[in-house]
Structures are given as C-alpha cells and as structure tokens.
Nanobody
Framework: VQLQASGGGLVQAGGSLRLSCAVSGSSSYTFGMGWFRQAPGKQRELVATISRYGAINYEDSVKGRFTISRDNAKDTVYLQMNNLKPEDTAVYYC??????????????WGQGTLVTVSS
C-alpha cells in the first residue's frame, strides 16, 4: 500500500493550492485520513483530519482557510488551501489509517509535498 501526494508548489501570499493524496497498491479499507506538515526546524504538526464518515478536525491556525475532503470511492483525500500565508510554508504529508485486506490496521504516510508561500 502506498500514498501518493501531489499539488504542492510555490505561491504568493493570499493565493491558493489544492493538495491531493491517493491510496494505491493492494486492496484495503481506509479509516481516518489527513494532512500533517513540517516546517524547517520545527516538529511535524497536524493540519487537518477527516474520518471515513466525514468528521473533521482542523489545527486552529488553518480554520477558515483550509478545507479537507475525501472521496472514499477513489480512496483519496484533498486539502484546499486558500489565503495562504508565509507561515504555511512546509512539507505537507498525507496520512491514512487503513487495513490492507491481507494485513493489519496501521498508519501510512505519503512522501511529502513542498508548499512554499512567498510574501
């Protein structure tokens, strides 16, 4: 099972980006999904999570600017980021808690996608 993230890039402050992350590989059942980020010199922090049935949690600094969603049929999670600020600059990692058909429930991480917001 792999998580493939895409959508990062360079954007000016006030701009928008949309991140996507798809589960691929062997058949699996996905529970929670979400996004974390890690800025240079800082610890990885939670950005947003979404349960299989749509329960959502956001980190305080992104509330009202970021929107997380998912498509269970496509096993994909999205993060729409609006009104980006320089302090949003980080490597963004997608996450999924899933159970492969032939394996145990576990946490999986994507490879990370860099988001750079210029002032």
């Amino acid at each position: 099972v792999q998580l493939q993230a895409s959508g990062g890039g360079l954007v000016q402050a006030g701009g928008s980006l949309r991140l996507s992350c798809a589960v691929s590989g062997s058949s699996s059942y996905t529970f929670g999904m979400g996004w974390f980020r890690q800025a240079p010199g800082k610890q990885r922090e939670l950005v947003a999570t979404i349960s299989r049935y749509g329960a959502i949690n956001y980190e305080d600094s992104v509330k009202g600017r970021f929107t997380i969603s998912r498509d269970n049929a496509k096993d994909t999670v999205y993060l729409q980021m609006n009104n980006l600020k320089p302090e949003d600059t980080a490597v963004y990692y997608c996450y999924a808690r899933l159970k492969p058909t032939s394996g145990n429930l576990d946490d999986y991480w994507g490879q990370g996608t860099l988001v750079t917001v210029s002032s």
